[in-house]
């Protein structure tokens, strides 16, 4: 059985770093081909994509978000941590961790969602 | 980044209408292209993949087509339980992109 589960904060300030933990089971960050992403949600509007890690190690990155992220993972245990500076209203929202393949040369949608944590940033 | 550009951006219908939502790609993602199916409070849920393969369990009303930049999703005679956002994104590329969603409400 397949899981992801999102933790970190629910509240941070104006300025400070939001650090998120994805903590998932079922699969593993080291087979060929896998990878873990962030997809955000302010509420009420669009699901917009931030980051991704996979297996061998490539982290990609929103292009108007880039300067602000960093994606790394702990295969040994099972985690995937965003952290994202300088922290904005316009980044409340709820955010997701999702799985991704990749497969005979084709790359997958985001199969496994977890359920997604809301953060407000806010002083 | 690969941009998505979705329309409409909501849209009413009754029961039983049939509904076309269009997805375009700022380049050729060849047949890279998804739909999510977004309902209040839920995480997204995968419909389509490859532009027109159904995900084992999704119903057959539910259809896909196109290539290169332009998309479309199909649902003929909509349910009561498809009123929902539905969301394009590319999977050409190793970074994924969403278009920004069609509501889909009931008149």
């Known amino acids: 059985q397949i899981t992801l589960k999102e933790s970190g904060p629910m509240l941070v300030k104006p300025t400070q770093t939001l650090t998120l933990t994805c903590s998932f089971s079922?699969?593993?960050?080291?087979?060929?081909?896998?990878?873990v992403g962030w997809i955000r949600q302010p509420p009420g509007k669009a699901l917009e994509w931030v980051a991704l890690?996979?297996?061998?190690?490539?982290?990609r990155y929103s292009q108007s978000l880039r300067p602000r992220l960093t994606i790394t993972k702990d295969t040994s245990k099972s985690q995937v941590v965003l952290r994202m500076t300088n922290m904005d209203p316009a980044d409340t929202g709820t955010y997701y961790c999702?799985?991704?393949?990749?497969?005979?040369?084709?790359?997958?949608?985001?199969?496994?969602w977890g359920q997604g944590i809301l953060v407000t940033v806010s002083s | 980044d690969i941009q998505m550009t979705q329309s409409p951006s909501s849209l009413s219908a009754s029961v039983g209408d049939r509904v076309t939502i269009t997805c375009r790609a700022s380049?050729?993602?060849?047949?890279?292209l998804n739909w999510y199916q977004q309902k209040s409070g839920e995480a997204p849920k995968v419909l389509i993949h490859?532009?027109?393969t159904l995900l084992s369990g999704v119903p057959s009303r539910f259809s896909g087509s196109g290539s290169g930049t332009d998309f479309t999703l199909t649902i003929n005679s909509l349910q009561p339980e498809d009123f929902a956002t539905y969301y394009c994104?590319?999977?050409?590329?190793?970074?994924?992109?969403f278009g920004q969603g069609t509501r889909v409400d009931i008149k």
């Open positions: 999702a799985r991704r393949l990749r497969d005979a040369g084709i790359w997958y949608p985001f199969d496994y």
């Open positions: 079922g699969f593993s960050l080291t087979t060929t081909g896998v990878g």
């Open positions: 380049q050729s993602i060849s047949n890279y």
């Open positions: 994104q590319q999977s050409y590329s190793r970074s994924p992109t």
């Open positions: 490859g532009t027109s």
């Open positions: 890690i996979y297996w061998d190690d490539d982290e």
